[in-house]
């Protein structure tokens, strides 16, 4: 067994801080808070329950749900993740854009695992369809960039430069083998097809959003 935590990018710095990145981690985080004090009845108001959503109702919730978690774990996780990816895109994008880049990918993942499972009664949750957003933005941009990552092998532990590209491509190609199989389950687990959804909207969007000066790869 295997894993992989990014740390950041190895290749370049930002050229200024990551204010943007660093006020969603807080969202994220005071909205954990809030989940903790309002326990379930607050996950059932502002998470994206698909069935909900195809009926035409709730449709604030995934706007909302992007930044609700469902423990520690995986909150710490998805803030690692955008803190590896983020300041870069920012950078490259400019601030406003970058914040605007960041709700509108994780809308559309949201919307993506709704499609795949209309009629389900499970709440969905998580910043990582807006995440994958964020990596399919960072691949195209800097795809031979390095990325500084703790690579865990069974008992052993290093730290590894990994190309961008095989890094966020083997995930990517994981999410996507997945997505079939969980695309109609009604138990919850991860939310696949978010992941693809924010991914491809990240990919195939990122040159729209970037600013002319931007620095090139």
């Known amino acids: ?107 559309i993942a949201m919307l993506a695992q709704v499609a795949g499972s209309p009629a389900s009664t499970v709440p969905c949750i998580g910043a990582s369809g807006a995440i994958a957003a964020v990596m399919g933005a960072f691949i195209v941009m800097f795809p031979r960039d390095r990325i500084r990552s703790v690579l865990i092998i069974l008992v052993f532990v290093s730290i590894a ?18 997505a079939g199989a969980v695309a109609n389950v009604q138990t919850g687990g991860v939310a696949y097809l978010a992941h693809v959804g924010g991914f491809l909207f990240g990919a195939a969007t990122v040159r729209l959003w970037v600013r002319k000066r931007a620095y090139p790869q």
């Open 161 to 178: 430069r990994i190309p961008a590209a095989l890094l966020i491509g083997i995930w990517f190609v994981i999410q996507l083998l997945d």
């Open 1 to 107: 067994m295997g894993t992989v935590i990014p740390l950041g990018n190895a290749s370049r710095r930002s050229r200024r801080f990551a204010m943007v990145t660093a006020l969603i981690i807080a969202a994220n985080a005071w909205v954990f808070i809030l989940e903790l004090q309002g326990g379930d009845v607050f996950v059932t108001r502002w998470a994206v329950i698909p069935t909900s959503i195809s009926s035409g109702h709730a449709w604030i919730t995934p706007l909302t749900a992007m930044f609700m978690h469902g423990s520690w774990l995986h909150i710490l996780g998805n803030m690692i993740f955008l803190w590896a990816f983020g300041p870069e895109i920012e950078d490259a994008m400019g601030p406003m854009r970058y914040l605007l880049f960041y709700l509108m990918g994780g809308v």
